[in-house]
Structures are given as structure tokens and as C-alpha cells.
């Protein structure tokens, strides 16, 4: 008998292209505007059918989410929120293939619960528009709205309100980090002690020809508002920003989001590449990968 293998479906690690914090909520939340831009490195997502729910974590990642309690896993929370939305009982294997690295603001766990939704959708065909798919993101967490679309975006609001972003030419990133995450929460929390004053969100034009333009652009005229607020929590993120600035052909070097994670921006995928192998050879304690962005 042939047994066809379930349909997988693909989470890509996001990364934030600029951040500026553009007001705060009575609730203490905070308003964004945000570039979101998704990377080849990703988690899948399938899913079987199963007497009762079950979540099997498989790939080099499993080890980040070793102890943890599946009930507190965003690919269970969405599961259990999309089967009560549509009336089904959640008798699903979904199995997650993980290498998204957790903790350090690649959003794994949002991209992981996006894909699960649309996994969901399809496996019980199951007539779901795109607002019921946003309607159940946007209660789960801040960036999986940005996730159901893995085109590059603009993330507004609280972070659940989605524009277009600019047309920009791939380009390719390092991701570096140290080996020690950036909890959210105290991120936003440093940042609101701060005192730093709200920006305005950034005025991008409708598209850029040259990865140097665009990259010229977010200098000038962008930046990420929760740097020093990161580097409060997580004094090591310092270091790798440094280190990544080093690197004299690399056309932008930021902090992606609340952190850890950071980045440099280059024109090929060569020399991505290249900085990734050299940093992984020089700094046991920084973590690198070379990806492509667009
Ligand atoms: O939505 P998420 O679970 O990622 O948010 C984690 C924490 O980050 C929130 O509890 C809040 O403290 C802070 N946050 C915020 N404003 C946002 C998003 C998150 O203050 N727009």
C-alpha cells in the first residue's frame, strides 16, 4: 500500500529591519512600525491524523525546546484555538521539524504557529478566509499575523496590524547571537524605563533598485529603537553587534527586533557566507548562519 507523506509546510525565521517604537498603550503595550522581512531558515510544520492531539519535535532544534511543556508551545496554542474557532476536536500528530534558533527574536515560535493555522485549515478543509486566519493569530501573539504572509511587510499597531512594505532586491544576511537569549517582556520593559522619546515611523518610498539604496536608506533614516533597551537585558548583544561591525563590506549591521539576535546586511550570497564561517570559527560564543532575505 502507498502511503502518501503529509504536506509540509514551511515557517521562516523573520528578522526586523528597522523598529521604531511609536507610542505605548494604556496597557503598557507598544505601538511599532516595523519592516518584517523573512529568511530561508525556517522550521516545517506537518500534520497527521491521531486519536488524540499530539506534538512530535523533531531537527536540529529540538534541543531548545527540550522540557518544555507542549501545552506552552504557540504551535499548540494555535492549534487548540483554530480547532475551538471551527468545531473540530484537535485529533491531530503534528509534528514540528525545528531549526529556528528559540529565544533570540527570529520569531520561530510565531512563523511555527502561522504555518500550523494554515496546516490546519487545509487538513480539515476547512473554509477559513484569511481575517478568520488573522482573527485567531492576532490572539495568540504580536508577530504571527506578520507570519501568515511571509512576504516582507510592515507591522504596525501592537504589531497586528499589517501594510505593504517596499519592493527591495534580495539581499543576504549573517544572523548572529550570542548564546544567551533576550527575554521580550523585560526588553520592552527596560526600554519604557528609558525614557527615550517615540519616533515617527519611517517614510520608505515605494521601492529601491540597489540593495545598497535601500541599505543606505535604513542607515540614515531608520534604526531599532529597543538597541540599548536589549543590550541593558542582555549586555552581550553589545558584542556581537560589535563584532559584526568589523565586517568592512557589510552594508547594514542592527539588532533585529527585542533581541538577541543580529545582523549584517550583504549584496552576495558569498560573502554571507564567508563572515558566517569565520565568526563560527573565531567566537565559540556567538552563534552564525548566512541566509537569504526577500
Ligand atoms: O506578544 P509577545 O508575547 O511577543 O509580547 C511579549 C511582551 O513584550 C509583552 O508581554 C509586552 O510586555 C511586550 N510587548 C510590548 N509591545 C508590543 C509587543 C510586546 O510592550 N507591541
Redesign the pocket.
Known sequence: MLVSSPELYVARAKINLHLHITGRRDD?????DSLVAFTDLHDTISVSPAASYQLHITGTGQSFLSGCDIEDNLVTKAARLFAKQFHVAPNVLITLDKHIPSGGGLGGGSADAAATLIALRDFWNIPATNRDLHHIASQI???IVACLHPEPVIMCG??NDILSAPRFPILYAVLAGPRSPCP??LV??AYAHSGVPFSEPAAFPDFFDSAFSFCTFLKTCTRNDLTQASIAVNPDVAGVIAELETLSDALLVRLSGSGSTCFALFETEDKARLHATQINKNRPDVWAVAVKIG
Open positions: 503598557g503595550y507598544h505601538y511599532l501573539g504580536s508577530d501592537t504589531g521580550t517582556p520592552y520593559k
